[in-house]
DNA sequence: CGCTTTTAGTTGTAGCGTCAAGTAACCCGC
DNA sequence: GCGGGTTACTTGACGCTACAACTAAAAGCG
């Protein structure tokens, strides 16, 4: 228990309620969606992303950055969209590897159908409880953590959700 | 954009940081610990949680409460920590719709070969990025969002990690 | 130009988690 | 003391993700 680097009592008691939320913070999006709008919370994440890019389209590379996802998973999730008519895939004219992904009006609808709920959701669970020096604490820690997880930082250039 | 409720530009921000941190954590603690001692986060939790109580055994139930996970979840992933050896499950004698789950000898060989690594793991992406007055405002802001995600907060009962 | 390397994406498989259903034991009232 | 309800857990099936292998096209490079 005396490591050279273990943790203080302090960092040990946030770590773990942090781990907390990580853990059961999914769970929570993921459930309110799936009830309400039968998405995931990744899939709605897509279909949020998609919709605030220029002409609702995106290369599935861009797609899976704005996502922070593996190209693989985002292929999957993209294949399923596109079963239920919310997306529809064309190969892309100027670099035939390269694959376009983009909202159909059904795919559109259903965003629109869906936000309200789930940033109500989102109040819920996080925003609502949390002043505002507390979002800006958020903003600031999130922003150090981030720096760590992915050091590249070619995260989510997008902005809204 | 303007629903009664929309989210301001810091919340949003702010929210956006908080889902990239929630959904690329969970990838790099289980990473290090496949690489290193072929453990999901929760095997490794599990495992910890454990190690730590008295005798080194615990309800099923309890132990669920322990990690934030269903009883179904845990029964799946005891059922495999105890096909290699790291757990072992005995009906409990009190209760006898209960069983209890205690770490052979191998399981704690195998907390304390990993809780170092798995240390190094949390400070290099977590905690040594923040300061003393991260840490306070991290656990404050995680104390108010868990007020949420689980308002019975019958969580983590338990300490470390 | 040809040849290798890199980039873009898809697909199959295996593993983990969730959900629904099932079993067994305890508990409470009458 | 026995029937209904609850608690404690297990099991099986299905869905999603990661990983690895694959195809195809573009980019270097000599």
Known sequence: MD???WL???QLHAWIRLVSVVELLPGTLDSQLQRDAELTHFE???LAMLSEAPDRTLRMTALSTATN???ARLSHVIARLEKRGFVGRAP???D???TNASLTALGWQKVVATAPGHVQAVRDSVIDVLDVADVADLDRIMGRILSRLDPTNRLRGGVSE
Chains 1, 2 share one sequence.
């Open 3 to 5: 490591d050279p680097r």
């Open 8 to 10: 203080t009592p302090e």
């Open 44 to 46: 709605y994440f897509t």
């Open 69 to 71: 996802s593996s190209l």
């Open 92 to 94: 892309c004219p100027e």
């Open 96 to 98: 035939r590897r390269a």
